[in-house]
């Protein structure tokens, strides 16, 4: 009766959805509050997290949404890797001179804590691949307590991925072979004309190793003291900490559930992808990135709730943390959820949604099931001023990326990146309330849309594999503008003191080519963007007020 109901009502008065209110006290309340100083940046775990989630809480409570985290509460807890930070003992001595740890050398991700003193023998790039016939250790004897140096690159071609032996050529592999012939310690030099160097990522949650792993920029000094004693000593201390997932859950008895998601966790005072190129800590408050998204979240938890138009589903409202680092609060909320995840029929994720420029509003995921095109045009009203810019994958950097590799039909909703994005300018004056109404209204409207539907299927994107998680040598400074869809990549903000400032790139500039690679959407940028390193010089073409400018950069 329900879905005879809601037919008649679109035929008669076209589809139902949200009137924009005059004004937005309740969509600005909640930013003002989760984007406060006292706040503290809502880093994952962190007070200002905690003091966030608490916020939530209390509007989950008042929408009447029920609780399902842990142990009939609203919180999901996680444990969180935040990173590493050096003891007291981290050192490196080479001929009674010591270097400075943090400057002249870092320890890597997986190295061990521990000192080691011995005679610094050089074993070349560290490789034994009999089937490609290197053997770097073929020629050494009497390496058991030695520290042994080792480039980072190949014998080959450097770092390229597609080298003969690039199977042998991670750092990680390298050392665990060192340490089974002997090695009391791992320094790692590199003298290659790629001139890459290894970035430890402290984040990682990886089994290190028992001996010390280091790699140092004074490749001339080690190379002069092979052969002599040198002392090294590692100490890093893990930074462990808990994360909260905030879920909250509207039981309308339905088969089927739709998870409504935004992430609340930010940067804290500068961690995790800050922009912030000032000297000292400052509070990245994060109004739009992504106390928007959280607070249309809340308000559309209070549009549906005794909605009789919207009982033919249950809703999971689920604000997530540790985004910022990875997808963490998605990832563990998928493998270890508090519903059945056969039972959710799609997802929605609002990420920066809070101004709307332009009048667009970008939609990713629009190809993980066949039903959303159809969707998307009845839940538009005619009278609707934004455009939508839809995007087909279901993987992106955010969390719609975890429910859409268990299989899920998923959208993500973006209103563009801009020049305070991951700054501490990200402040809630500066959003486009009346904007994220706008978004609050189509998507409430998409859901009412859906009411009549089966059960939506999943489709596997054919271009997600291009949006995974994509490490670069070197960096270009700009930022694209996602809601593009014309040919090449745009740019939305040129930072400052970058590369692409220095070469004289301007927002909306469309890059078409970098040096002898054509540039025909972001993903190709991002490809042609991984081939090159630091140091290297290239020409890239743009578009620029309907002309072709060629401009010089240097990594």
Known sequence: MKSLYLIIFVLFFGF????????????????????????????????????????????????????????????????????????????????????????DFYALEFSGNGSASGKLESVGHGIVSLDEGVNDYAKKKKLNGKIFVIETATPI?????????????????????????????????????????????????????????????????????????????????ADNRTGHNVVGFMDNKAENTVVIGAHYDHLGYGAFGSLHTGKEPEVHNGADDNASGVSVMIELAKSLKNNEQAKNLNYLFIAFSGEEMGLLGSNYYVSQPTISLESINYMLNMDMVGRVKNRTLTVQGTGTSPAWGNLIVKATPQDWSLNIESHESGMAPTDITSFYLKNIPVLSFFSG?????????????????????????????????????????????????????????????????????????????????????????????????????????????????????????TKVVVERAGEEVELEVEF
Not at 174 to 180: D, G, I, L, S
Not at 421 to 449: R, T, W
Not at 511 to 518: A, E, F, L, Q, S
């Open 16 to 103: 139902a959805h949200a009137q924009p209110a005059e004004d937005f006290a309740d969509l600005k309340k909640h930013v003002e509050i989760l984007a406060a100083d006292d706040m503290e940046g809502r880093e994952t775990g962190t007070k200002g997290e905690d003091k966030a989630a608490a916020y939530i809480v209390r509007q989950f409570k008042a929408a009447g949404l029920a609780p399902k985290g842990d142990k009939g509460s609203y919180l999901q807890n996680f444990d969180v890797l935040a990173g590493k930070f050096y003891g007291n003992d981290n050192r490196l001595t080479i001929k009674d001179q010591t270097l400075k740890a943090g400057v």
């Open 157 to 237: 071609d450097g770092n390229n991925p597609h080298s003969a032996v690039a199977q042998f050529t991670d750092l990680k592999h390298k050392a665990e072979v060192a340490q089974e012939r002997g090695a009391s310690a791992v320094i790692f030099i590199n003298s290659g004309e790629n001139k890459d160097t290894p970035i430890p990522d402290y984040t990682k949650k990886i089994t290190p190793l028992s001996i010390p792993i280091i790699f140092t920029t004074k490749t001339t000094q080690i190379k002069k003291a092979l052969c002599k004693n040198a002392s090294v000593s590692t100490d890093l201390i």
């Open 417 to 537: 990146t801009h020049s305070d994005y991951h700054k501490p300018a990200d402040d809630p004056e500066k959003l486009n309330y009346y904007g994220m109404s706008q978004v609050q209204d189509f998507i409430y409207s998409l859901i009412l849309a859906s009411q009549s539907e089966e059960k939506l299927a999943f489709k596997k994107t054919k271009d997600s594999q291009k949006m995974g998680r994509q490490r670069f040598n070197v960096t270009l400074g700009v930022m694209p503008n996602y809601g593009y869809s014309g040919k090449g990549m745009k740019i939305d903000g040129v930072s400052e003191g970058k590369a692409a400032d220095k070469a004289g790139f301007k927002p909306d500039d469309v890059i078409v080519k970098m040096g002898n690679y054509d540039v025909k959407d972001i993903y190709e940028y991002m490809d042609a963007l991984g081939k090159f390193g630091k140091g290297d010089a």
